[in-house]
């Protein structure tokens, strides 16, 4: 295995939805990752439908993110990722390949968690 993942963090498998169309979370469970890239922050957005001459604005959080997890992890998309402190959604997942081109890792691409 090429990867060294050295960071700690939590997966929660989603397992439906409730009569709310807010997921369900299974029980959490500690991976080792590896974090190539992270950045989160707030963007301005537009809270009116019609840019009128208020240009009215919010803040909405969003999160750009990729961790490396090793093959054996059971990662798949939905899932919802905690890693410092910040709860990330797993969107998609790609597997790489080692030089004797066995699976080396998974590439997992992340954006930010809505609770709604």
Not at 38 to 47: D, F, I, M
Not at 80 to 102: A, N, Q, T
Request: proline share 3%; glycine share 10%; hydrophobic share 40%.
């Amino acid at each position: 295995m090429l990867l060294r993942p050295n960071v700690e963090c939590m997966v929660y498998p989603v397992k439906g939805v409730d009569e709310y169309g807010k997921d369900i979370l299974g029980a959490g469970r500690r991976e080792m990752c590896a974090v190539v890239k992270l950045t989160l922050g707030a963007e301005k957005t537009s809270v009116r439908a019609d840019s009128s001459a208020s240009r009215g604005a919010a803040h909405e959080f969003v999160a750009d993110a990729r961790l490396l997890f090793p093959s054996d992890s059971k990662i798949a998309v939905n899932d919802r990722v905690e890693l410092g402190g910040y709860r990330l959604k797993v969107v998609s997942i790609f597997p790489r390949f080692g030089l004797d081109g066995e699976i080396d890792h998974y590439q997992v691409d992340l954006a930010v968690w809505g609770d709604g």
